[in-house]
C-alpha cells in the first residue's frame, strides 16, 4: 500500500509541476519565435539544445531559471547591440533584434526561456 501512495505521490507531484511550467509559458507562440530567430539570424550563432558561436538556448534558460529579471536582461541584450565575447576570444556587438514591435522579441525571450 505504501509503494502504490508514494508512485500516486510521485505522479501528482510531476502532474503539477508539469501544468505549473506549461503554464509560465502557456502564451509562447514558438513559431512565430522559431520565425524571428530565422529573420533576424540568430541560428548562425546560436541553437536550441548544442553550443555554436553563442550558447544554446538551453544553456541560456538554465543560466536565468529562477531570476525574475531574466526577461529584462535578455531584452536588453537583443535590443541594445551590447558587445559579447566570441569563442576566439574577439568581441563584436550583438545584433539588435529587427521585430515589429516589443511583444515579438518578448515572445522571442519567452520561448528561449521556455528551452
Given amino acids: 500500500m505504501a509503494s502504490k501512495l508514494s508512485i500516486l ?3 501528482a507531484v510531476a502532474t503539477a509541476a ?3 511550467s506549461a503554464s509560465a509559458f502557456a502564451d509562447v507562440d ?4 522559431k520565425k524571428l ?3 533576424d539570424h540568430c541560428l548562425r550563432c ?7 558561436e553563442g550558447p544554446s538556448y538551453q544553456s541560456v534558460a538554465y543560466k536565468y531559471k529562477g531570476q525574475a529579471d531574466a526577461a529584462d536582461k535578455l531584452y536588453t541584450h537583443l535590443t541594445s547591440g551590447e558587445k559579447v565575447k566570441l569563442s576566439d576570444g574577439h568581441e ?4 539588435i533584434a529587427t ?5 515579438e522579441i518578448r515572445n ?3 520561448w528561449i526561456l521556455a528551452q
Fill in 9 to 11: 505521490t510521485s505522479v
Fill in 99 to 103: 521585430a515589429k514591435n516589443d511583444a
Fill in 92 to 95: 563584436e556587438n550583438h545584433k
Fill in 108 to 110: 522571442l525571450i519567452s
Fill in 37 to 39: 530567430a530565422r529573420k
Fill in 18 to 20: 508539469a501544468i505549473f
Fill in 46 to 52: 546560436h541553437a536550441v539544445a548544442k553550443k555554436k
Fill in 30 to 33: 514558438a513559431v512565430a519565435a
